[in-house]
């Protein structure tokens, strides 16, 4: 009988159906499987293709990230690469131009020691040139002005050897 009803009873044809029963409760739902989803790259999200508790198969994709950030990133790290490479090369260059300049110096260098050696030999021809004039100029063969240049040409010869080591060490 029906609560509502009057207190008659209704009566109809029996019929053959599914029959459907509802179940409800109450409480927390646990999922039977978790999987901790992690990422190697992070950024922003541009797009997402799953959601919660969707059933989800290796190799779906699940979101993409805005490549935008990453993407100015590279380029910055282009410029870098670049820029050090511009480094190396003037790095290189000053290598370069260091031993281009000591082969220079080591060039001065040898050309003041013969510069040297040739005073050295002009000052010991001339000193041999005084020695073997000075007896004659004491007995009288040599006047004082043919004797003077040899003494003056002994003097130059000793200034230029001087000279000439003074040119040697500043090119050492």
Not at 9 to 38: C, F, I, K, N, P
Not at 112 to 131: E, G, H, K, N, V
């Amino acid at each position: 009988p029906d609560p509502d009803s009057d207190g008659t009873y209704v009566y109809t044809a029996v019929e053959r159906t599914d029959l459907r029963a509802t179940v409800s409760s109450t409480g927390t739902l646990q999922a039977l499987e978790s999987v901790d989803v992690g990422t190697q790259v992070s950024g922003q999200v541009a797009a997402v293709y799953a959601d919660f508790n969707d059933r989800v198969e290796a190799g779906d994709l699940l979101a993409v990230l805005d490549t935008e950030t990453l993407d100015a990133a590279l380029q910055n790290a282009l410029a870098g690469v670049a820029q050090a490479q511009a480094g190396l090369g003037q790095a290189r260059a000053g290598v370069e131009q260091a031993q281009a300049t000591e082969g220079q110096s080591r060039a001065q260098v040898a050309q003041a020691q013969a510069q040297l050696t040739q005073a050295q030999a002009t000052l010991a021809d001339a000193r041999a040139t005084l020695s073997r004039n000075a007896p004659l100029a004491e007995l009288g063969y040599l006047s004082q002005s043919e004797f003077q240049p040899l003494q003056t040409a002994v003097q130059t010869a000793e200034a230029s050897v001087g000279s000439q080591q003074a040119a040697l060490r500043s090119a050492q």
